[in-house]
């Protein structure tokens, strides 16, 4: 094997194992994200233990409470509200302007929707981390079919 080869050989086995090491992390990390999304929603604790408030105080301790475990909504609350359905085709489908990740986090912190309008007072505005909020937020968009 010539000079030329030996070092071609040796950057690829050397890339291989930078881009090895990277990709694993990466899945991992957005796997956790998810993980810890999910579990807010369901739960209304996030992976490390702490449990989620909202100003007012919500009407429940959890998203899952309103909103079903499968984002479907439906659920009647007081006043005449009606819990939204929170699946992808609800949220960015069906929607003139689609619910991106930040139109999302907006409307949970804030009750802000995706048009700018108020969401009904019933709605709860979320007070999270911004770790948890943007892991709460991607469990929705991509996790509730």
Same mark, same amino acid.
């Given at each position: 094997m010539t000079k030329w080869h030996?070092?071609?050989? !040796?950057?690829?086995?050397?890339?291989?194992?930078?881009?090895?090491?990277?990709?694993?992390?990466?899945?991992?990390? #957005?796997?956790?994200?998810?993980?810890?999304?999910?579990? !807010?929603?369901q739960t209304g604790i996030d992976l490390q233990g702490a449990h989620i408030t909202a100003r007012p105080p919500a009407l429940m301790p959890k998203?899952?409470?309103? @909103?079903?475990?499968?984002?479907?909504?439906?659920? @009647?609350?007081?006043?005449g509200a009606v819990s939204a359905d929170l699946r992808r085709g609800a949220l960015v489908n069906a929607q003139q302007r689609p619910y991106t990740l930040t139109l999302l986090e907006r409307a949970i912190s804030t009750g802000i929707d995706n048009t700018g309008q108020?969401?009904?007072?019933?709605?709860?505005?979320? #007070?999270?981390?911004?770790?948890?909020? @943007?892991?709460v937020a991607q469990y929705v968009l991509t996790s509730l079919k």
């Open positions: 030996w070092t071609a050989t !040796i950057l690829t086995v050397l890339l291989a194992v930078g881009f090895a090491d990277t990709a694993p992390s990466a899945t991992a990390s #957005q796997n956790s994200a998810l993980a810890n999304g999910k579990a !807010i929603f998203c899952s409470a309103c @909103h079903y475990a499968d984002g479907r909504g439906g659920l @009647h609350l007081p006043g108020p969401l009904n007072r019933v709605m709860p505005h979320w #007070q999270l981390s911004k770790t948890d909020l @943007h892991d």
